[in-house]
């Protein structure tokens, strides 16, 4: 019989388990979904952009631009943009405003992402705070009415039977901002 409990257990915290991945995969699949044509575009463009090869991209067009435009006048021929490059100039310009925004529209959902799962974090916190508790005052409970079992005053027992006030948490969090 007790080879059976282990397995049982087993068997219900993997049920649970992926119960949990099943549950996060949805919440991340409809996030997805809510993502516009645009923004998906905006986010390959941006992992793009986040990749080495795009560095050695953009260095080597800035080496050859320049390496074009010094040696084009030895060479007999007419230089596009003589330095001091101000069109390599507006163009790098550009470049950086334009990876600026895109890193921007993406951080942004990013973080909305986040918070999303922020507050889903802080409500499961909250509830499994209120568990404990409840686990605790029951525990307390118990030990009081059995005989069997030394009745004594527990003070931190009696403090954790009480489940932490949110609004309570807040204001202190606000207060030690304030300071």
């Given amino acids: 019989m007790t080879g059976a409990a282990p397995a049982a257990v087993h068997g219900a915290l993997g049920d649970d388990l992926n119960e949990n991945v099943e549950t996060l995969a949805s919440l991340r699949a409809r996030a997805e979904q809510e993502v516009s044509r645009h923004q998906r575009r905006i986010e390959r463009l941006t992992a793009q952009l986040g ?4 560095f050695y991209v953009i260095l080597s067009s800035v080496a050859a631009w320049s390496g074009f435009n010094l040696l084009a006048p030895h060479l ?4 596009f943009d003589p ?6 100039q507006g163009v790098v310009g550009l470049g950086a405003l334009l990876m600026a925004t895109i890193i921007l529209i993406t951080q942004n959902r990013q973080t909305r992402h986040a918070d999303q799962r922020s507050q889903l974090d802080l409500q499961v916190n909250l509830l499994a705070e209120q568990k404990a508790a409840k ?3 029951l525990l307390e409970e118990l030990r009081r009415d059995l005989p069997t079992v030394r009745d004594r005053v527990d003070r931190v027992a009696d403090a954790m039977e009480e489940p932490v006030d949110p609004h309570a948490v807040l204001s202190a969090l606000e207060d030690l901002k304030d300071k």
Avoid: K, T
Wanted: no cysteine; aromatic share 12%.
């Fill in 51 to 54: 990749q080495p090869r795009s």
């Fill in 76 to 79: 007999g021929m007419r230089a």
């Fill in 83 to 88: 330095p001091p490059f101000v069109w390599l």
């Fill in 135 to 137: 686990v605790i005052a």
